[in-house]
């Protein structure tokens, strides 16, 4: 269950890649978005995704404890979320989803308030929440860019 619970957090070794690890996450999202999950309907990807955050909190906080970090580089299970979040109800379309993808990491990265904040909540939650809000806010721009293009 612990090398598990390892695997899922940092998305099946994606954590390990040396240089920019959460874009490496974020990008896999994406693909695994095109590939099958936008053609879901809209209540069981909002139920994948509630799942993935509460599979990922448990996950990253038994991570992060283990490794005796607040957030730990590795841990990347949280991009994907962020990045799945962001891309809820966005078309497979190339130019949507490219958008989208940089929304998200610029918010991820960059973290403005109130989105910084969450990071200081205990353990998994901290981890989570804060991708959680940047996915959120990156798909709220995504959303009225397109009303406007």
């Known amino acids: 269950m612990r090398t598990l619970g390892r695997a899922f957090a940092t998305l099946f070794g994606l954590g390990?890649?040396?240089?920019?690890?959460?874009?490496?996450?974020?990008?896999?999202?994406?693909?695994?978005?095109?590939?099958?999950?936008?053609?879901?309907?809209?209540?069981?990807?909002?139920?994948?995704?509630?799942?993935?955050?509460?599979?990922?909190?448990?996950?990253?906080?038994?991570?992060?404890?283990?490794?005796?970090?607040?957030?730990?580089?590795?841990?990347?299970v949280d991009e994907a979320l962020g990045q799945l979040l962001a891309l809820f109800l966005v078309p497979a379309a190339w130019l949507p989803l490219l958008a989208t993808f940089i929304l998200f990491r610029f918010f991820d990265i960059i973290k403005p308030f109130p989105i910084r904040r969450l990071e200081k909540l205990p353990g998994g939650w901290g981890i989570m929440a804060d991708d959680a809000a940047a996915g959120a806010a990156a798909g709220i721009i995504a959303h009225l860019l397109m009303l406007l293009v």
Request: a neutral charge; charged letters at 5%.
């Open 16 to 76: 390990h890649v040396p240089i920019a690890p959460g874009t490496a996450a974020s990008a896999a999202a994406l693909a695994v978005y095109v590939l099958a999950l936008h053609a879901w309907p809209w209540p069981l990807y909002l139920l994948f995704l509630a799942a993935l955050f509460l599979l990922g909190t448990a996950a990253s906080s038994a991570l992060a404890a283990e490794l005796g970090q607040a957030d730990p580089k590795r841990i990347v």
